[in-house]
């Protein structure tokens, strides 16, 4: 039987769709198997940055030197992006865009039909021109979906709903790379979560591209607080976590259901960019920084103990001295919990790219240490105002001998003092703060499993 290896890049989206590729994959006879043994090497590609372009070629270079008789597919959305840069590649076999992602399985079943393991061959690492497979990402409409599990934890499985995105902002290259949204019918999702409550998950995290667009692509349009309902009404799993969702898609029936139901979890990630409205108008962004500040003042209002995090961008072309200052004290003055500050990366065929005014390396890596500062100052916080307080939290697979590691509803890492079964909802006394977390005690009378020393 043939292995295959897999390596995703990049968002919670990517995960999934290598989640997907891994049941394709396993259709076709294939067992996943560590790369240094593999006969195929899946590399599931990011392109939001150049620093994305340049960790796939510097993996792609990597498998080729350690495991030269592999051969490799790279497919996601670098490879959608630019196809031919990738196959002058050594070692590439395939590349695969996100048009032809859903047929990866047919792609290498049809080369491993009457496939002899690489270790039979010996290390033949002749180099044959490879297979491209891309073509127009808005032609393609089918949504690959399949619950994914950190590697790490395994106990928070992460499931797309969502696809692709509609909006056009200025810097941003993705909908060219994943196309038009599309959504996940509500009956396969239920079936989705349905096999995890099945196999013991509290807890599943929902993603998307563009989340808070789910179900507009219907014949009969719907909207996200409509899957929250159905999938609440119609599953008794424990626990549910959205990812991002933008900020014009948090309506007051989003915001409500969310802070009434205790099987939906206190977080909410709220793209921001800046806090400057030229800025915002110059990405194309479809809210103006007042719009934001109202949303961010309604979801702490309704959820007082809620995490609120951010993306944030600097450097964006053009972001000036006194437009940068304009953004910072309005992300100084808003209650963020937690911020994601990126520096403005330049992405091929994006109006962006294309204006003049680029700011200097050196003065966007000075503003995002701004921002990282203050995003630091609000963690802490946000962190030391539970001391003392009971939290909620799951147990993550993770322990060493005096402490199990946890994620609090309200999204804060919790080291709990003890080693406990993972996968598990308890209510834990916070004692102290870490320096990325919290640390905090079984409340009495909350009896999880306690596992049993290692020996």
């Known amino acids: 039987m043939s292995g295959y290896y897999i390596e995703n890049f990049g968002c919670r989206a990517a995960q999934a769709d290598g989640a997907a590729i891994e049941r394709q994959l396993a259709g076709q006879g294939m067992r996943r198997v560590v790369m240094q043994e593999a006969d195929v090497v899946v590399l599931n590609t990011c392109t939001v940055t150049s620093a994305a372009d340049q960790d796939a070629r510097a993996a792609i270079r990597k498998v080729h030197r350690e495991r030269p008789a592999a051969k490799i597919l790279v497919t996601g959305c670098y490879a959608q992006r630019a196809p031919d840069e990738i196959a002058r590649l050594e070692g590439v076999a395939w590349v695969v865009g996100n048009s032809h992602k859903n047929q990866i399985g047919n792609i290498v079943g049809e080369t491993y039909s009457n496939f002899v393991p690489v270790s039979l061959l010996g290390q033949d690492t002749r180099q044959l021109s490879p297979e491209i497979y891309a073509s127009d990402i808005f032609a393609h409409t089918e949504l690959l979906a399949a619950p994914v599990f950190d590697s790490i934890e395994r106990t928070r499985p ?81 626990k549910l976590r959205l990812s991002s969702i933008e900020p014009m898609d948090w309506s007051d029936e989003l915001i409500g259901l969310m802070a009434s139901s205790p099987r939906i979890a206190k977080h909410a990630h709220i793209p921001l960019q800046s806090g400057s409205d030229r800025i915002l108008r110059a990405m194309h962004r479809k809210y103006r920084p007042w719009h934001y500040a109202e949303k961010i003042e309604r979801v702490r209002a309704a959820m007082p103990t809620a995490a609120i995090g951010a993306d944030v961008m ?87 001998a005096d402490k199990t590691d946890a994620l609090s509803d309200n999204y804060l890492k919790v080291e709990i003092d003890g080693q406990w079964e993972p996968n598990r909802w308890m209510r834990v006394h916070v004692q102290s703060a870490t320096e990325q977390g919290l640390r905090a005690a079984i409340e009495s009378g909350d009896t999880p499993k306690l596992l049993a020393p290692e020996r």
């Not at 992300?331 to 992405?347: A, D, N, W």
């Not at 500062?373 to 993770?398: C, D, E, P, V, Y």
Request: aromatic share 8%.
């Open 314 to 400: 600097v450097g964006f072309p053009g972001e000036t001295k006194e437009q940068f200052e304009e953004s910072r004290k309005f992300i100084e003055e808003l209650p963020f919990s937690y911020l994601h500050v990126f520096t403005y990366s330049p992405r091929p065929g994006t109006p962006a790219a294309a204006v003049p005014a680029q700011v200097p390396i050196a003065v966007s890596r000075d503003r995002n240490r701004m921002l990282r500062a203050i995003s630091a100052a609000k963690n802490l916080a946000f962190r030391s105002s539970f001391m003392g307080h009971t939290l909620q939290a799951i147990t993550l697979s993770r322990a060493d």
């Open 158 to 238: 992460n499931l797309k709903v969502q696809d692709g995105c509609d909006n056009r902002c200025s810097f941003c290259v993705i909908p060219f790379v994943r196309g038009q949204s599309r959504s996940l019918p509500l009956d396969s999702v239920l079936r989705e979560i349905e096999e995890l409550e099945r196999a013991g998950y509290k807890e599943v995290v929902v993603s998307g591209i563009n989340l808070g667009r789910w179900g507009r692509d219907f014949a009969h349009p719907r909207h996200f607080v409509d899957l929250l309902h159905e999938v609440l009404r119609r599953s008794s799993m424990e």
